[in-house]
């Protein structure tokens, strides 16, 4: 799990199982492209854990940026 702090703006946490990609390498790299994405969002508040699923994989960091806006927006 990789938690980000940013004081009286938001927390995040992204897990990535081993179901989801077997190397290390591979959830790193999917760690950092959420929490990439998930840092360039403006105006967020509260607190975030995101849960990668099987097809989070193969995308490209701007559609998984995209996804994240998308889904921050439906619980607001």
């Known amino acids: ?32 492209i959420i929490m990439e994405a998930i840092g360039q969002i403006e105006n967020l508040k509260g607190e975030y854990i995101i849960i990668a699923k099987n097809n989070i994989k193969g995308e490209k960091s701007q559609n998984i940026k995209v996804q994240l806006e998308n889904l921050i927006n439906k619980i607001k």
């Open 1 to 32: 799990m990789v938690y980000r702090d940013k004081p009286g703006k938001f927390r995040a946490a992204a897990i990535i199982s081993k179901k989801i990609a077997k190397l290390a390498v591979d959830r790193n790299r999917i760690r950092r």
